[in-house]
């Protein structure tokens, strides 16, 4: 503990852990000039049009690739269930929180990813921290890419393990890092589709020098799933990699609906995480309107594929305009379309010039990207219509000729 001298005696310095607390006041700053973009309140359920202040605007900042949320079916099913069940599990699953919807759901979604086995739990979050923490022991290393999800670098930090990372989707990178290592069990984690950049991992490659080097590979596909594959199973199908990726994780909280998430693959293992998952071991289980609506989302991916078709005729159509209007959006060839401005507080300028405009999109500045790289984070359903569209791409033409982007 510090001291100072007072009247020749040392008198100890009281340090208040809070003090971080009282000093942090960008957040006030930011709301004093209308420039805060974080928590804005919504009046509605998450459409391609949302209602916030009274007033209609378009949602370009929501997971929902396949507009499953508002479903009819998907409501009805979570309706259902809580009129069975009630609104909670009391408990967690690995004592009193264990439903026959529960089973019937990991059944479902192991036969959905292929795997032959599934395991649910309440967040996609506690997903990764509980697989990386449980798997990865003090002897081992877990090996991830710089841009992958917090959940992943958190689960890393969970684990007794040593953490690597590797240069974003670079494979010569990836090698050096499993090369210095080789004597070593490992676990490689990459994102499927990258949650800020939207871009796609390079699956083919990276199985392969796992191969090379003896390393288990876990996909967290939470923005792949419903999205990517011919059948919307996410990014091991769209590259015919689903029998030799050996964990997939996925979200509820994107195409699923809902919100928990899963992780998938042999039976053994699925069952070792079972046991052995701390995130999953000691959190309630999840309610039982969570789980209903999940599996008649997934019966809605099967049986609506033109939902994913829609899908990426308007996400062809927003990467091309974008482009042609003359924004940088970086390696985006998914739903996520992230708009690069540079500048921090260009980012929530912009970000709330759209709001005025009729347009909620998302920003995202250093840490959450790397300084300098500041972007506006827009993605995109299959429910939106042509007119919402050509009015966001309206709305960023004005706003960035206004502010100087292009």
């Known amino acids: 503990m510090d001291s100072k001298m007072v009247q020749g005696e040392a008198v100890a310095i009281k340090k208040d852990i809070f003090e971080k607390c009282f000093k942090f006041t960008i957040a006030y700053e930011l709301q004093k000039v209308g420039m805060y973009p974080y928590f804005r309140v919504i009046q509605s359920a998450q459409g391609p049009e949302v209602i916030m202040n009274g007033k209609k605007m378009i949602m370009i900042g929501s997971n929902n690739y396949l507009g499953l949320t508002n479903h009819p079916k998907v409501k009805e099913a979570a309706i259902n269930a809580i009129k069975k069940y009630g609104t ?19 059944e479902k979604l192991a036969w959905f990813i292929r795997k032959e086995a599934a395991l649910v739990f309440s967040t996609g979050f506690q997903v990764n921290l509980g697989v990386i923490a449980s798997l990865v022991g003090k002897d081992d290393v877990v090996i991830i890419d710089k841009m992958d999800h917090a959940s992943i670098v958190d689960g890393c930090r969970l684990s007794f393990g040593e953490v690597k990372r ?35 991992v390079k699956l083919p490659e990276v199985y392969k020098v796992c191969q090379k080097y003896g390393a288990r590979l876990m996909v967290d596909d939470a923005h ?14 769209h590259f ?14 994107k195409s699923l609906a809902s919100i928990g998430g899963f992780i998938a693959g042999q039976r053994d293992v699925i069952n070792y995480i079972k046991h052995f998952g701390r ?51 970086g390696v985006a060839e998914t739903p996520i379309i992230p708009v690069i401005v540079g500048d921090d507080e260009l980012a929530f300028k912009f970000v709330m010039m759209l709001q005025q405009e009729g347009v909620f999109a998302n920003v995202a500045v250093s840490p959450a990207v790397p300084p300098g790289k500041a972007l506006i984070r827009t993605s995109y359903m299959a429910t939106h219509t042509d007119e919402h569209l050509d009015k966001v791409l309206e709305a960023f033409y004005k706003v960035g000729k206004a502010l100087g982007v292009i």
């Open 88 to 106: 909670g599990c009391a408990g967690s699953r690995f004592l009193n929180g264990t439903l026959d919807i529960h089973v019937e759901l990991e």
């Open 166 to 200: 590797y240069k974003h989707n670079d494979i010569e990178d990836l090698e050096r890092v499993l090369k210095e290592c080789e004597d070593k069990t490992k676990l490689v984690v990459v994102d499927g589709v990258f949650s800020m950049e939207g871009d796609i």
């Open 224 to 237: 792949g799933i419903g999205v990517l594959g011919n059948t919307g199973r996410g990014t091991a199908e």
């Open 240 to 253: 015919g990699l689903e029998k030799e990726v050996d964990l997939i994780m996925g979200t509820y909280s």
């Open 279 to 329: 995130a999953f071991i000691f959190s309630a289980s999840p309610p039982p309107a969570s789980v209903a609506a999940v599996s008649a989302a997934i019966d809605i991916i099967v049986s609506e594929p033109e939902r994913r078709e829609q899908l990426w005729k308007n996400t062809n159509k927003m990467l091309k305009g974008f482009k042609e209007l003359g924004f940088n959006i």
